[in-house]
């Protein structure tokens, strides 16, 4: 081999300062096409990704090749949302190599931050979802679990939201714009992907009957492959995304019509199935592109699975030992009925063979109990786009119905409530009941919530199939949300106990008893403080807001929704005005209310409400008789990078959602983690974070889910009643109705007048309003203790060890997907 060729080989491998400058000013030229003089921040950021990603390939490689080779049983993560947000960081960290590249950098005269602040956030997902995804694909990795990841490679992420006169307002997130470093596309692993036609019975080789869908549209699924860097580098995973590409057979009856223009376009169009993520969080907007993004990804994934399979196996007998499919909520479901197809129709399975591989080969993840988001598509739009699905839906259905009634459920209502087609209204096919039959295990996201699962939306199911339920409580990862986003707590951490808890987080237990150290305490509270002058000069940045370092950090930040009760903290907030300004000479504790989240775009009432946040931060901020005591910030464009600012300066974590209605939340344990006590609802994971810290060290307030459950079966509540009764509630709703916030419009907040009085106040704000800021009033007063705040925010970071990612995956590992982590061999030179 030519010797400099051979120097540069070794050189791309190279984890040493002086190895990654010369591969940088190497990548800059020779890739970048810049030098050095005429670079950009941004060329400087594609330069350092590059030169990460030879760091990784060769791992990469050899992860993979030694999953081949062992013939490891694989989980497949299947998920309409991967909210990965920036990598650069990231990938360093989890290498080891951060402090050799920001040396390197240095070196030429460049910051590190800079580089990584130049890089776009990937924002492929929603909220919570989304974000468990890219949580569990860190812990895979990082557990050397052989994981993978499927999902869409959406052109444009979510939206960007920019604020117009205090009104939320959409821009395109255009994350691909400047091309993206990290991936690598795969022209060749291309599948087709058939849309509409009809199917055609006829008889196979030996007399049965059998089916052929004909006539169909196709598009072409394209793969672009991300390697997942595990923490210690050693195991590198895969995130597979899929981008529709046009076919090159042409509609030939367009083409005689000399239409050729019409038929190319036609064609183009095709394309815009993997143009842009839905933006709605918890509701589905029942959209016939969003279905067919689902099958698109959902088929082009099976297809890529059973080809890895086949390299191994000549039956399908064993896919169930070597394949588990994870299906994250029902957008994959479809997945059920494509996977009966492919093996029924293309690989000649007899059905009930292909049933069982079928049901031992998935699992299901739901995620919300809130029957708008419960996906329920029309029949007539299903056998429209997906006729063989549709057939072998109502084949599925009449097999289990049919079996249920053979097996003694005579109890017609109960039959037509397990049914797979909802058959009031217009006839829906049920995602979930399809999800549920069609999986050998169903798991809800924290103990409340599976609880409820079991009684509500499949009490019938949980009956027929008492085994199939089970619990898998959110995690989040250690890596990202402490290690990376507060580097003060993580070496204040790392100085007392070691680095164990980066991979280990339970061992962060030990820091348990380092909260009656003085010394310890001082040094915490120097931390947040550092954390929270960062998000004061962000906040400074980003809405020219002075906010004091020293008031509480008191923050929510989550999709905006009504029932995550946004609206019940600025109440709370107009009330705590009142009696600032009604108690001038009281010394006050200051409180900075920091809000920031996105509002789908068509969801009215929850742009009102930003608005509202808005309105009332402009007259608070700028009112001289409270002193700067209170400020209101709502931040603009709520993602993974700005939580990483928010979380780690934050005193208080508002987790407020009405009882029963959050399935778990992740941002909870995010803060929590990172020393911020919890103002919460028993609701979702809050239940469980107050059994891990402890009832002393959060604050619980409002009704639980069962007095909510009989509350609303009892017929609700009287809300004007509780209003009139509460006159710090009254004032502050005068206010909002009688324009105070809104001069220019008074009438602006009618509507949600109307939902609190008239509409019943369906997510009982009224109703825990009292309690509520009984809770605050207690947070209050403790933060004028300092030693014994700090104290409580240690026993936080240092309780939440349960609630990693690991440990969530691991669980799944054990008792859903029954893989094992497999150590790669590593053939590659340079390899520390
Ligand atoms: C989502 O983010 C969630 C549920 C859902 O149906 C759709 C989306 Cl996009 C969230 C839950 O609201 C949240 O409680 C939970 O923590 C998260 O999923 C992850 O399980």
Known sequence: MDARYKSREIERRSLDVDGLKRSFLEWLVYSVGKDARAATRRDWFHTVALAVRDRVVDRWMDTTRSYYHEDAKRVYYLSLEFLIGRLLTNSLSNLGIINECRQALDRLGLSMDDVADSEPDAALGNGGLGRLAACFLDSMASQGLPGYGYGIRYEFGLFEQRFEHGWQVEYPEQWLQFGNPWEFARPEVLYPVQFYGRVEEFRDSVGERAYRWVDADRVLAMAYDTPVVGYGGDTINTLRLWSARATRDFNFGHFNDGAYMKAVEQKILSENLSRVLYPNDATETGKELRFKQEYFFTSASLQDILRRYLQHHTSFDNLPNKAAIQLNDTHPAIGIAELMRLLVDQHALRWDAAWEITRATFAYTNHTLLPEALEAWPVRMVERVLPRHMQIIYEINAKFLNRSKARGTGDNAKLSRLSLIDER????????????????????????????????????????FPDRINNKTNGITPRRWLKQANPALSELITSRIGEGWISDLEQIGALKEKADDLVFREEFRRAKRKNKKRLAAYIARQTGDEVQVDSIFDVQVKRMHEYKRQLLNVLHTVALYNEMRDNPTVSWVPVTKIFA????????????????????????????????????????????????????????????????????GTGNMKLALNGALTIGTLDGANVEIREHVGPDNIFIFGMTADEVNDLRASGGFNPREVIASNPSLKRALDMISTGVFSPDDRNRYHPILQALTDGGDHFLVTADFADYCRAQDAAMELYRDSEEWTRKAILNTASMGWFSSDRTVNEYAKEIWDVHPVKPVHEGEGFR
């Open 425 to 464: 209204g217009d006839r829906r096919v049920r995602m979930g009941n399809l999800a549920f039959l069609g999986s050998h295990k169903v798991n809800g996201v924290s103990a409340l919530h599976t609880d409820l699962m079991k009684q509500t939306v499949f009490a019938d199911f949980h009956e027929e």
């Open 597 to 664: 989240g996105k509002a789908a775009p068509s969801y009215h009432m929850a742009k009102l409400i930003i608005k509202l946040i808005n309105d009332v931060a402009k007259v608070v901020n700028h009112d001289p008789s409270v002193h700067d005591n209170l400020k209101v910030v709502y931040l603009p464009n709520y993602n993974v990078t700005a939580a990483e600012i928010i979380i780690p300066a934050a005193d208080i974590s508002e987790q407020i959602s009405t009882a029963g209605m959050e399935a778990s």
